[in-house]
């Protein structure tokens, strides 16, 4: 009924910048919180950064000064602006909502879902 598709990871040398991108589509009545995780290979998935509805945004301790999340509520769409990556951001990013379902015949919400994206990765050379 709804899904998240990530894009924008790639290959960057050290220092340089990515920007991801992550569209919600289907019957969605409306958004929550959206996040970044991410997971290096041999570690546990970690929050990257997460912003609410209203624009209030976190990002981990780890990425702070680096990283910047925003939203375009209007294109249901999470961004992730990465700069001065270092090769320990490598890893899959993934992209996770709280989404509400909309209602087929009225307009209310219907169900209540948490999402994740397929994942992309990005990988920072030395």
């Known amino acids: 009924q709804v899904q998240l598709v990530e894009s924008g990871g790639g290959l960057v040398q050290a220092g340089g910048s990515l920007k991801l991108s992550c569209a919600a589509s289907g019957s969605i009545f409306s958004i929550d919180a959206m996040r970044w995780y991410r997971q290096a290979p041999g570690k546990e998935r970690e929050l990257v950064a997460a912003i609410t509805s209203g624009g209030r945004a976190i990002v981990a301790d780890s990425v702070k000064g680096r990283f910047t999340i925003s939203r375009d509520n209007a294109k249901n769409t999470v961004y992730l602006q990465m700069n001065s990556l270092k090769p320990e951001d490598t890893a899959v990013y993934y992209c996770?909502?709280?989404?509400?379902?909309?209602?087929?015949?009225?307009?209310?919400?219907?169900?209540?879902?948490?999402?994740w994206g397929q994942g992309t990765l990005v990988t920072v050379s030395s």
């Open positions: 996770n909502a709280h989404i509400w379902v909309a209602h087929p015949v009225i307009v209310s919400p219907d169900k209540y879902l948490e999402v």
